[in-house]
């Protein structure tokens, strides 16, 4: 099956843009901030893990006092 000018042509200018695409520095820009959100996500993970047992124990002090101001309007 041989390919028509026209089709060549489309080929040829898709590679050349692809090629174009990868000598394209912009991208470089938009890795680096992937990697900052990346290590930013880190941070946030390891920092919710070491502090989430006390983040969780002031939530249940918080919620036991709640429901104590709660059962004594009650009555």
Known sequence: MKN???ENEKMNGGNLMLRKWFKDEEGQ???EYGLIIGLIAV??????VALGPKVRDMFDQV???LDKAGAGAGT
């Open 63 to 65: 919620n036991d006092e």
């Open 4 to 6: 028509t000018k026209r």
């Open 29 to 31: 820009g938009m890795v």
């Open 43 to 48: 941070v946030v993970i390891v920092a919710l």
